[in-house]
């Protein structure tokens, strides 16, 4: 009998309960995707939760006949009884075509909403970059339509922002400046240790930037945000991660990213690897018009070490780039210890190393129409290697709501190694930079007013070594150092303050930034006679900016903004010996002042119904820039250097220059499942000492796309167009390497695309796309390497 009583308690007591424990749904986007922190709460703000990272929310604390808002940033709202929820069980969002209120947090280095800001941002999500399937950090930026990247290179990409590239855009990792003494003005490509399988997120900021990032940001800001580790709410371990394989035809490139990440409540760590194989980069196939029989790789060198000579080899194929081939490796630890609810303590490593990327370019070059200029030509394995330790406080005072202090170490060698055809000696250039930076960031709100200060102290110290080698004997000698080689130091250091003011219709803000710069070096006289033997600069800059925002309705809105930005002649500038294209040779100049850019711009975001347009207009006024002339080396214009005669040049502040521009993007949201998109970007430049464009002016670019999605598939046929660029519009540097254009300048392309995406389930999915469909030849404005051919990219994303 008390067998049965008990059995009749539990199965009462299981159907009593069992509505309480079905209170747990799952919230998705379209794709069946979980979305994480969206909120759920009453209308009157009494109770609220949000979804955890799978979805999941656990609704027991409403009642039955309670309507919830189930809100989240990037996804429409909507309102719903909760016994509605509970039935349904899944909860389907659609992402909103423009996200109103978006979060960013490259403008004043704290989270704020982009309707607060007055600064065009592009924001790319982590989702978007999944969906653009990625090969390295610069593809990232292009397929995006609206940043302009030059490859001299596979191995390689400079993003081009507004006219402006190379050091006078400021990079960021994890919001630590990459920009160091050696970046130059001539197109880099560090973004590519930058590995995009572990980002979070990145933020483009267009236009000056430095009352927030100091020198170096003129063109604008780039800011990537890797992951951090993520903990368990609950007091138990969970672990998680995804392994994402990847392989393009074009360049025959594989790519492995494994993720893994491990959390109990108060202490998480994250750890991701990644491995990068390219094959030589296959061209386009089909040369059309002023593409007709250029971009062809002939022939190759290859040394005959039975004959001990080099000699010039048929390519069978002429659209393969034949020595465009590298490798990478990249390394992220990251451990995230909360202290307790106010203060965390993140701590991150990051490694990236290359093998030999061949400068592709330059191994096209030839001394006559018949003999090729080098043999060898190569940047030796690029290293990157940073330590950093993040805290975040977040007890409030009467000095600051909050402050984040950043403190990082660098450790960066690069090289470059060339040897002429039929020369016995191999040259090795070598620049070893250790850099240290400390950053405090205080944010503090008051009456709807909110300040934004902080100091930043950044220092580099620069070792320069140079040597050749005889391919035969092994036997070395010393040869001039790109750099000095009695080794540099660069100190900066910043205060800046910020100030916010919203409401409903109308906001503003403005900054200001002080820098002091100081840059000391050693220049030995064992190879050129110079005047000095020490160089030493001690420069001051003030930056400021002003923005107003006028919200003329609930979706949209009216921005001005003016902003100043400044670039600190660095090392690069200062100390460089260096050809930077065959035939000129820079040399070093000790009187070089800051160069500043005023900058004037309107920006607008309408959002109607199923349509959002956005939209920048801007003028940038560059004064005192520092720009490259003509001139004279111990009475002379033409020196001996590396075996050949080349005219002495040097960097001066001569220059004045502007660029006016604008840029649109209008997304059209036919219905929940189908979408327009299109984006342009152009700009126009013009240096008044020459009366010729900017050297980083590109020419007008964009992107079409049309994208279906259903369920678990999504389709996108997209276009990429680009201008015409004619030579009576290079600038004088472009017009020294006119071997990288075909006879007419840089001529207009349009390629045709289409991307699938497939979500087999929660856990797995494939992408795959067809890039440049009609195998067209073509190759970016400043370019030195063709762009891929036809190229069949596939993908598969596996998570646990």
């Not at 159907?15 to 998705?28: A, E, M, R």
């Not at 370019?361 to 006559?368: A, F």
């Not at 279906?708 to 020294?736: A, C, H, M, Q």
Request: with cysteine.
């Amino acid at each position: 009998m008390e067998k049965h009583i008990i059995k009749l308690l539990i199965t009462l007591f299981y159907f009593i309960s069992n509505p309480i424990l079905s209170q747990k749904v799952y919230v998705v986007d379209n794709n069946k995707e979980p979305i994480y922190n969206v909120s759920f709460y009453k209308k009157d703000l009494s109770k609220g939760i949000f979804s955890n990272f799978n979805g999941e929310v656990d609704l027991s604390i409403f009642e039955n006949r309670d309507s919830i808002v189930i809100q989240h940033p990037t996804f429409d709202s909507t309102i719903k009884i909760k016994s509605e929820i509970v039935k349904q069980k899944n909860i389907i969002l659609f992402e909103k075509i423009i996200s109103i209120n978006e979060i960013v947090f490259s403008v004043n280095k704290w989270s704020e909403n982009l309707t607060d800001v007055s600064n065009k941002i592009l924001n790319i999500s982590e989702n978007k970059i999944k969906e653009l399937s990625p090969q390295t950090s610069a593809d990232l930026l292009e397929k995006t339509g609206e940043i302009f990247v030059q490859k001299s290179q596979l191995g390689g990409g400079s993003p081009m922002i507004r006219g402006f590239s190379a050091n006078r855009i400021l990079l960021s990792l994890d919001g630590i400046r990459m920009n160091n003494a050696i970046f130059r003005s001539g197109n880099i490509h560090n973004i590519i240790s930058i590995d995009p399988n572990i980002l979070e997120g990145v933020e483009i900021l267009y236009g000056p930037a430095s009352v927030m990032y100091g020198s170096d940001a003129i063109g604008g800001a780039i800011n990537f945000k890797i992951k951090d580790p993520k903990f368990n709410i609950y007091n138990k371990i969970k672990i998680n991660g995804s392994q994402n394989i990847q392989y393009n035809s074009s360049s025959k490139s594989k790519h492995y990213n494994l993720f893994l990440n491990i959390g109990l409540k108060n202490i998480a760590s994250m750890t991701s690897f990644s491995f990068s194989n390219f094959d030589d980069l296959r061209s386009g196939s089909k040369r059309k018009n002023k593409y007709k029989n250029f971009g062809k790789r002939t022939e190759y060198v290859k040394r005959n070490y039975v004959k001990n000579i080099d000699e010039t080899i048929n390519n069978t194929d002429h659209n393969i780039q034949k020595f465009s081939n590298y490798s990478q490796n990249n390394f992220i630890q990251k451990i995230n210890y909360k202290i307790n609810d106010d203060i965390n303590l993140i701590y991150g490593l990051y490694y990236s190393k290359s093998s030999n990327i061949p400068r592709y370019d330059r191994l096209t070059l030839y001394d006559d129409l018949l003999t090729p200029k080098y043999a060898e030509w190569y940047y030796g394995p690029n290293l990157f290697l940073m330590n950093k330790i993040e805290l975040k406080y977040f007890i409030k005072n009467k000095f600051f709501d909050a402050f984040k202090l950043n403190i990082s170490k660098q450790n960066i060698e690069e090289s470059r190694i060339s040897r002429k055809f039929n020369d016995l000696y191999i040259k090795n250039r070598i620049e070893k930079v250790d850099v240290n930076s400390l950053n405090l960031d205080f944010d503090k709100k008051k009456n709807g007013k909110e300040f934004f200060y902080g100091y930043e102290l950044y220092s580099n110290k620069i070792n320069s070594n140079a040597f050749e080698q005889n391919i035969n004997t092994n036997e070395e000698k010393k040869i001039s150092t790109r750099y000095p080689d009695g080794g540099t130091n660069f100190l900066i250091n910043s205060i800046y303050l910020s100030y916010k003011k919203t409401n409903k219709k109308l906001n503003y803000n403005f900054g200001i930034r002080g820098t002091k710069t100081n840059l000391k070096s050693k220049i030995s006289s064992d190879f050129f006679n110079f005047p000095f033997s020490e160089v030493e600069i001690n420069t001051s800059s003030i930056s400021g900016s002003f923005g107003l925002i006028y919200n003329y309705s609930k979706n949209s809105s009216l921005k001005f903004l003016y902003s100043n930005g400044f670039r600190s002649p660095n090392l690069d500038d200062v100390g460089k010996i260096f050809d930077s294209e065959p035939g000129n040779i820079i040399v070093p100049n000790v009187e070089l002042n800051p160069e500043y850019a005023n900058n004037f711009e309107i920006n607008f975001i309408s959002r109607k119904q199923n349509i959002e347009f956005n939209g920048s207009i801007y003028y940038t006024n560059l004064n005192n820039a520092i720009i490259r002339s003509n001139g004279t080396f111990d009475g002379v214009d033409s020196i001996m250097y590396d075996g050949s005669l080349s005219k002495v040049q040097t960097l001066k502040n001569s220059g004045k220059a502007y660029v006016f521009g604008f840029s649109y993007m209008i997304n059209y949201k036919i219905n929940n499942n189908l979408n327009l998109k299109s984006s342009v970007s152009f700009n126009q430049s013009k240096d008044l000492s020459t009366k010729l464009p900017l050297r980083h002016s590109s020419p007008i670019f964009g992107q079409t796309s049309v994208n279906f999605t259903k369920r678990n598939i999504k389709v996108s046929y997209y276009i990429n167009y680009n201008g015409k660029k004619d030579i009576s519009n290079f600038s004088p540097i472009e017009l020294n390497k006119l071997y990288l254009y075909t006879k007419d300048g840089s001529p207009t392309w349009l390629t045709n695309n289409i991307s699938f995406i497939y979500n087999i389930n929660y856990l797995a999915k494939i992408n795959f796309s067809c890039e440049n469909i009609f195998d067209v030849h073509y190759r970016s404005y400043s370019s030195g390497i063709s762009a891929p051919g036809r190229n069949f990219n596939i993908g598969l994303n596996m998570s646990f």
